[in-house]
């Protein structure tokens, strides 16, 4: 069974550029994450899907960053326009309901 | 807000040693995981501890959760290299909140 896809791995762009990152969960499960990991630190939620809907979007940076989930599958996580400080790895996670997180390899950004 | 605290943040150890990595949080919860990462690479489920005084045992590592204390355990018996990594605890209260990880650096 296919894990947690996500594309692109590695994006570098200059600062006030768009970028967006893309995940395709493992089938049939209806929660996924997109969470934020940067160097030496624990990865820090963003955002967190059940189906297509956002139940816990408090620590997304609305201002910047946007994200979607259609049809309840693949998501994509946005940030417009980008600034230094969000040179980080965005990882997508999904689970069943609650549960175990199953993660992708993750979307390294740099921020020039 | 659900705080997750892990100690040590490093830990060097030499092969063969046993040691212990704590987990303590803030809030009531019963769901207690924790994750292997590599460098570069993405997190792996080790162990899913769902109730109090859950013990999960897999090759050198055996993690457990006491609920009471709010406190889970990841403790490393006779450690070997393969087990270099960057461990992290993740507490489940409605969303997952992951610890700070603990990079573990076992030297022959």
């Known amino acids: 069974e296919a894990g947690v896809v996500q594309s692109p791995r590695y994006k570098i762009i200059e600062k006030k550029q768009p970028v967006a990152f893309w995940c395709n969960p493992i089938?049939?499960?209806?929660?996924l994450y997109w969470y934020r990991q940067n160097l030496g630190q624990g990865p820090e939620l963003l955002i967190r899907y059940e189906n297509e809907e956002a139940v816990d979007d408090s620590q997304l940076p609305k201002d910047r960053f946007s994200a979607e989930r259609l049809k309840g599958v693949d998501s994509t996580l946005k940030i417009q326009p980008a600034e230094l400080g969000d040179s980080a790895v965005y990882l997508c996670?999904?689970?069943?309901?609650?549960?175990?997180?199953?993660f992708g390899e993750g979307s390294r950004l740099t921020v020039l | 807000e659900l705080k997750v605290e892990q100690n040590p943040l490093f830990l060097s150890m030499q092969e063969g040693k046993n040691y212990t990595i704590y987990c303590d949080y803030s809030t009531t919860s019963d769901r207690l995981y924790w994750y292997r990462q590599d460098p570069g690479k993405s997190l792996e489920s080790l162990f899913v501890l769902l109730s109090n005084g859950a013990v999960k045992q897999e090759g050198r590592l055996m993690a457990s959760l006491d609920t009471k204390a709010r406190l889970s355990t990841l403790h490393i018996t006779a450690a070997v290299h393969d087990l270099s990594a960057t461990y992290f605890c993740a507490v489940d209260n409605n969303d997952m909140r992951f610890g700070a990880g603990t990079r573990l650096t076992v030297k022959p």
């Open positions: 996670a999904s689970s069943l309901k609650a549960g175990e997180l199953f």
């Open positions: 089938s049939g499960h209806n929660t």
